[in-house]
């Protein structure tokens, strides 16, 4: 067989032409472009939704620690359940609380851990209260007590001071009430 120079196919990139895009009508092209965004909104806010509603119970338990740490009663009375605070006739909680509850144990942990108290937390298990548990803990609080949902947290925290740190672990139960998460009951020891 003889190679002849003209059967072989040349190709040079000159000879290749590349469409540089599919074209769609404006239209089509800004449709397809508004349904792609919303689409990543939709996204992001669904996944804001779910981050925000997984921590928003955990935000008692850390206004607790907060108000532990700077013997502030008006945080720690905003971690309370409205039958708690409603029960407050003539006093205010945040009042009550800072002074004979707040102020003492700081004091005492500045004297078991130093200056400078710093308290942080993170949780370690989280179980909803089935229907069962939820009327249980209903009975216990009183009729005043609207619980929507509850769950039974376990946090470990570490309480750092100027000449020592010490981590300890600690069961809470937050639950829902009036639209605000709250803490179930007030805890009998601070710390």
Same mark, same amino acid.
Request: hydrophobic share 40%; aromatic share 6%; net charge negative.
């Given at each position: 067989?003889?190679? %002849?120079?003209?059967?072989?196919?040349?190709?040079?990139?000159?000879?290749?032409?590349?469409?540089?895009?599919?074209?769609?009508?404006?239209?089509?092209?800004?449709?397809?472009?508004?349904?792609?965004?919303?689409?990543?909104?939709?996204?992001?806010?669904?996944?804001?939704?779910?981050?925000?509603?997984?921590?928003?119970?955990?935000?008692?338990?850390?206004?607790?620690?907060?108000?532990?740490?700077?013997?502030?009663?008006?945080?720690?009375?905003?971690?309370?359940?409205?039958?708690?605070?409603?029960?407050?006739?003539?006093?205010?909680?945040?009042?009550?609380?800072?002074? %004979?509850?707040?102020?003492?144990?700081?004091?005492?942990?500045?004297?078991?851990?130093?200056?400078?108290?710093?308290?942080?937390?993170?949780?370690?298990?989280?179980?909803?209260?089935?229907?069962?548990?939820? %009327?249980?803990?209903?009975?216990?609080?009183?009729?005043?007590?609207?619980?929507?949902?509850?769950?039974?947290?376990?946090?470990?925290?570490?309480?750092?001071?100027?000449?020592?740190?010490?981590?300890?672990?600690?069961?809470?139960?937050?639950?829902?009430?009036?639209?605000?998460?709250?803490?179930?009951?007030?805890? %009998?020891?601070?710390?």
């Amino acid at each position: 067989m003889e190679n %002849n120079s003209e059967d072989i196919l040349d190709i040079t990139a000159e000879s290749v032409t590349i469409k540089e895009r599919v074209h769609l009508p404006p239209k089509k092209r800004a449709l397809l472009i508004l349904s792609v965004t919303a689409a990543i909104i939709v996204l992001a806010a669904a996944l804001i939704a779910v981050f925000t509603v997984r921590n928003a119970c955990v935000k008692p338990i850390k206004q607790f620690f907060r108000s532990v740490e700077t013997a502030d009663g008006e945080i720690f009375a905003e971690c309370l359940p409205p039958w708690v605070t409603d029960d407050f006739k003539g006093e205010r909680p945040a009042d009550y609380y800072e002074e %004979n509850m707040l102020k003492e144990s700081l004091a005492e942990l500045e004297e078991d851990y130093g200056d400078r108290i710093r308290l942080s937390m993170r949780e370690e298990q989280r179980v909803r209260l089935d229907e069962s548990a939820l %009327n249980g803990l209903k009975k216990q609080l009183g009729d005043d007590a609207e619980i929507a949902k509850a769950y039974d947290i376990v946090v470990s925290y570490t309480i750092k001071g100027s000449m020592r740190s010490e981590t300890k672990r600690r069961e809470f139960v937050v639950c829902k009430s009036e639209g605000k998460w709250v803490m179930a009951k007030v805890p %009998n020891t601070i710390l």
